[in-house]
């Protein structure tokens, strides 16, 4: 999430728009992104009112003046694929690390179970960038996807469909708690690339109990 939010400080900073660096947010310092709420107390309180059997969560929205874009639905477009780009990138570089800890662990069997814990965590970089990835692609406001889907929509459909930004994210909220097969099918492709990504790398997986 850390990534993702600076990949939208970065770009906006790259079309002219100066408010998340004047702010600190152009930066890889995670603090600086925890929102209270949203990181914190929302997920736990999700958690323990559902049983352990749903949660949701995120980092504090950086902050952006469209306005000061030298493009705006260049800009707006660009800032707002930005982190889901920089999400992408980051699932291939697990990938990649997935299989150098295989390697290492063929070339140091010893380090086989010290090893798979690691590359444990680098399966786990690749799943939840993908899911970071496509989940923020939902055209349902605030995230990432309505912004590209509002200027694909006439004038006034889109002045109309803005107004749900006003919600923040109760709209994404209610879809993901009463409908969560909508959030299932948008996350289809991101199932289909971690299994195209572990037809790729699954060969070096760490089989358990390799080093003893």
């Known amino acids: ?72 639905v260049r800009g707006d477009v660009i ?15 697990f990938g990649g690390l997935y299989a150098v800890v295989g390697m290492m662990a063929g070339a140091l069997p010893a380090l086989a179970g010290t090893l798979g814990i690691l590359q444990t965590m680098m399966w786990a970089g690749m799943r939840l960038n993908l899911i970071l990835a496509f989940f923020n692609l939902i055209p349902i406001p605030p995230l990432d996807g309505s912004h590209v889907f509002y200027h694909l929509l006439p004038p006034g459909a889109g002045l109309k469909y803005r107004q749900l930004y006003m919600l923040g994210f109760i709209p994404i909220l209610l879809i993901s708690w009463l409908a969560p097969g909508v959030i299932t099918l948008f996350l289809w492709p991101a199932d289909r690339l971690m299994q195209l990504g572990l037809a790729v790398v699954g060969g070096f997986r760490i089989v358990a109990g390799a080093g003893s």
């Open 79 to 93: 800032v707002s694929l930005a982190g889901i780009v920089v999400n992408l990138i980051l699932f291939v570089v």
């Open 1 to 72: 999430m850390v990534a993702h939010e600076y990949a939208h400080a970065e770009a906006a900073y790259r079309q002219g728009d100066d408010t998340a660096y004047m702010l600190g947010r152009l930066t890889l310092n995670p603090l600086k992104h925890i929102d209270p709420f949203m990181t914190v107390l929302l997920p736990v309180m999700l958690w323990f009112a559902s049983g352990g059997t749903y949660t949701f969560g995120g980092a504090k929205p950086v902050p952006v003046n469209p306005r000061k874009y030298r493009k705006f």
